[in-house]
């Protein structure tokens, strides 16, 4: 199988202090793929590598065949990606951002974007600032998946997600993987790792482990949250 | 590009108005004051004509503010020239900063647009808002001479308002670059910076030694009184005024470009 991501030797480094260290990672086509670690461990610079937010780094970084420097606006037209924080213009309803998203890309998403809220649950008429972090996450899943891209990068998605919505979440994961999708799933929750994804790997300073399967236990997990070395 | 640049335009639209109302207003009823004030103003005129270095600074051993022109130089000059700097600053400073500062650029960066592009499109909107604000004071100060019943200068007003308006985008283009440096809205520099120039320029014209470096700020070339009073524009000044420009909107293009994106 292709793979949708692909990351040689990825270092980058804030001045002084250690950001990630001689990454290689691979993704394949139609993995749900989970990415564990510590809070500061490397998985957001990582992610933010490759999505072009983090510049000055030094290896190479595949997304879908195409280079993440040179083809950058290529690829993220084909990918959706929702922050650990999700954040929009404040002023704005619901229902301007999912369209602006939309409209930036150039695609009338509006079908899809309606089943994605229905089935979170999301009030469109409403103002962005009213909105609770739950809330504005449920806005950010839309964004990332109405225009049903081939790569979904998500950043802790299910925090302040209530579990039936978590639960609807990861159905329609589900669903668009089946269609032919792949899933980068950032998360500390190990039962999320354990239920969907079918691969997993682990960052800990900077540095990544691939695990031989993502059923892992629990014991296990928190052992590479305490270990000072993996 | 259009997406964004409409958004962007609607995010600040509140500000624009209010901004263009206030100065636009305020120079409206400055206008009107003339009228009251008439009288009183022959003797200030002598005064003010007679107080050397002074008189220079604020272009009133050429003009007289006893008449429309010479007060609309010297007062609405004043209002117009600080608050469209001010306008021009606050606009540009903010608007590449804030999306750090409001963590809203993880949401429009991972949209399918080059850097580049969103820089363009910002730096359309701070154009064509100066252009609107410009055009909403004009009114205003237009409508002030109609009011008044008076002949309005028209070969003088439009050549400050377009001065005006290229001083606006110099002070604009710094801000700009200083924009796409720093994560957090910087209105204070902005406004700094702003008053600045304008102590340059006004101190400049009352100290003999500094004269000849008042090509430097902005305001040299966009002074009321010069125009009014039918000075030639200081080609050095504008010539400065579009390296400034240049280099704070090419910088922001470069560095934006190059820079890592607070989450």
């Known amino acids: ?230 | 590009m259009k997406t964004i640049f409409l958004g962007e335009l609607r995010l600040n639209l509140k500000a624009l108005f209010i901004w263009s109302i206030v100065i636009g207003s305020f120079g409206f009823i400055c206008i009107l004051l003339y009228e009251s004030m008439q009288g009183d103003m022959r003797e200030m005129a002598d005064a003010f004509s007679s107080m050397g270095a002074f008189s220079d600074a604020f272009g009133m051993s050429t003009l007289s503010i006893a008449t429309l022109k010479g007060y609309f130089a010297a007062e609405i000059g004043t209002i117009h020239s600080l608050g469209s700097g001010m306008f021009a600053a606050v606009t540009a400073i903010g608007i590449l900063s804030k999306e750090e500062e409001g963590h809203t650029g993880e949401f429009l960066l991972s949209l399918p647009i080059t850097r580049k592009k969103v820089v363009l499109s910002k730096g359309l909107c701070v154009l064509f808002s100066l252009i609107i604000f410009t055009c909403i004071c004009a009114f205003f100060y237009s409508m002030g001479f109609i009011v008044l019943d008076e002949e309005l200068p028209a070969k003088e007003f439009l050549k400050f308002m377009y001065y005006q308006f290229l001083m606006n985008i110099e002070i604009a283009g710094i801000c700009f670059g200083i924009s796409s440096i720093s994560g957090k809205n910087r209105m204070g520099i902005g406004i700094g910076i702003a008053i600045l120039f304008y102590g340059f320029d006004l101190i400049g014209r009352i100290i003999p030694d500094l004269k000849e470096y008042l090509f430097l700020g902005p305001y040299s070339y966009a002074n009321a009184s010069a125009i009014f009073s039918g000075a030639d524009t200081p080609e050095k000044a504008v010539a400065m005024a579009a390296f400034l420009t240049s280099v704070g909107i090419l910088f922001a293009f470069l560095y934006y470009d190059r820079r890592d994106l607070a989450s």
């Open chain 1, 1 to 230: 199988m292709a793979n949708v991501i692909d990351i040689r030797n990825l270092t980058k480094s804030y001045g002084k202090n250690r950001g990630i260290i001689d990454v290689t990672l691979s993704v394949e086509s139609g993995d749900i793929f989970g990415f564990l670690g510590p809070n500061g461990a490397g998985k957001s610079t990582t992610i933010r590598s490759v999505l072009g937010f983090l510049k000055g780094y030094s290896g190479e970084i595949r997304v879908l065949g195409m280079d993440s420097v040179k083809e950058h606006e290529k690829i993220l037209a084909n990918v959706g990606y929702m922050p650990s924080e999700a954040w929009f213009y404040s002023s704005m309803r619901v229902r301007d951002v999912i369209r602006y998203a939309a409209n930036v890309r150039g695609l009338d998403c509006s079908e899809e974007a309606e089943k994605i809220c229905e089935k979170l649950k999301v009030d469109t008429s409403r103002k962005i600032k009213e909105l609770s972090l739950g809330n504005r996450k449920k806005v950010s899943i839309v964004c990332a998946m109405q225009h049903r891209p081939k790569l979904f990068v998500f950043d802790e998605p299910t925090s302040g997600l209530d579990p039936l919505i978590q639960r609807n979440f990861f159905e329609l994961i589900h669903e668009y993987v089946e269609e032919g999708a792949t899933c980068l799933l950032s998360t500390h929750v190990l039962s999320e790792v354990n239920k969907y994804c079918k691969t997993a790997a682990i960052m800990r300073e900077g540095k990544l482990k691939m695990l031989k399967s993502p059923k892992i236990d629990e014991d296990m997990f928190l052992k590479f949250y305490e270990e000072e070395n993996i």
